[in-house]
């Protein structure tokens, strides 16, 4: 079994190669190839050859491992290892043209699910700013290879909070209406539109917190370890680990000051 680090090498070196490809697809214009669950979730031919070529790559490396993509789907492996990759995360921001989207490429042990695997390593490439974000279980989170923290110490009063939202229009509204109860309790909010790069705010003091309801395993794999070695606590509803139901990353402090207001109100969800 290779270490931790190995595996984050072979992480980052995939992700980046993705990202220079996807940079250069932003460059010559964008392509929506087509819409997922909604009208507004698209796909753009650029997230499949981005994933495409992160696949194949992976294939040719690391030949037993599993592989679970935002795109193309899923494949068990024989080894006890799944790769799981957003080949761009932010597709919106990409289709604008804003600088926040990202290739999240992580690989876990266990069952390629949430509530169970062990992440061991994963990397967040923002192509738009040169960003390399990384970490290899038990090893801390790096930027560009240096070490980053989580902003220790902030009161839910002065926490600057990232959130997101699905694409399904019920969802959305209810996911709106936590907001117009959390804002007059912090500092602000924050919706940068990719989760990866959310959770990496967190790690890297860019936000205090990050919560969000109905990710996938994609959209979270790599950020949370990053977030999880920079020193965030990451969860999800009522105490289990953190998945589609519920994720919610920062600092241990002020996520016990956050939880119960996020439990409280999913709870009214179902
Ligand atoms: C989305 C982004 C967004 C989050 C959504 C995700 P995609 O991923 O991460 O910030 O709010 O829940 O689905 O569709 O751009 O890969």
């Not at 509204?173 to 990719?194: N, S």
């Not at 990053?226 to 990451?234: D, K, M, P, W």
């Amino acid at each position: 079994m290779p270490t931790p680090n190995e595996l984050l090498e072979i992480a980052t070196t995939v992700a980046r190669r993705a990202a220079a490809l996807a940079l250069q697809r932003r460059r010559d214009g964008v392509e929506i190839a087509a819409s997922k669950s909604t009208i507004t979730d698209i796909v753009t031919r650029a997230d499949r050859e981005a994933e495409d070529l992160i696949r194949g790559a992976l294939e040719a490396s690391r030949p037993r491992d599993g592989f679970l993509g935002e795109e193309s789907g899923g494949e068990r492996g024989s080894s006890g290892l799944t790769w799981v990759v957003d080949p761009i995360d932010g597709t919106v921001n990409y289709f604008y043209d804003i600088p926040a989207w990202a290739v999240s490429v992580a690989v876990v042990e266990g069952d390629p699910d949430p509530a169970t695997w062990r992440t061991l390593a994963g990397a967040v490439v923002n192509p738009a700013t040169g960003e390399v974000f990384t970490a290899a279980a038990g090893g801390g989170a790096r930027v560009n290879g240096e070490p980053i923290r989580v902003n220790e110490g902030v009161e839910l009063p002065l926490a600057l909070v990232g959130t997101g939202f699905g694409y399904d229009p019920e969802i959305r509204r209810r996911q709106a209406a936590f907001v117009t109860e959390l804002i007059p309790q912090v500092r602000d909010v924050r919706r940068i539109g990719a989760a990866s790069l959310d959770l990496c705010s967190v790690a890297c003091g860019r936000l205090d917190a990050y919560y969000e309801r109905g990710l996938n395993p994609w959209d979270h794999a790599a950020g949370a370890l990053i977030a999880q070695e920079a020193g965030a606590t990451v969860g999800g509803l009522y105490g289990a680990p953190a998945g589609k139901a519920l994720l919610l990353a920062a600092a241990p402090g002020l996520y016990a000051q956050l939880d119960p207001l996020v439990q409280a109100y999913y709870r009214h969800w179902e």
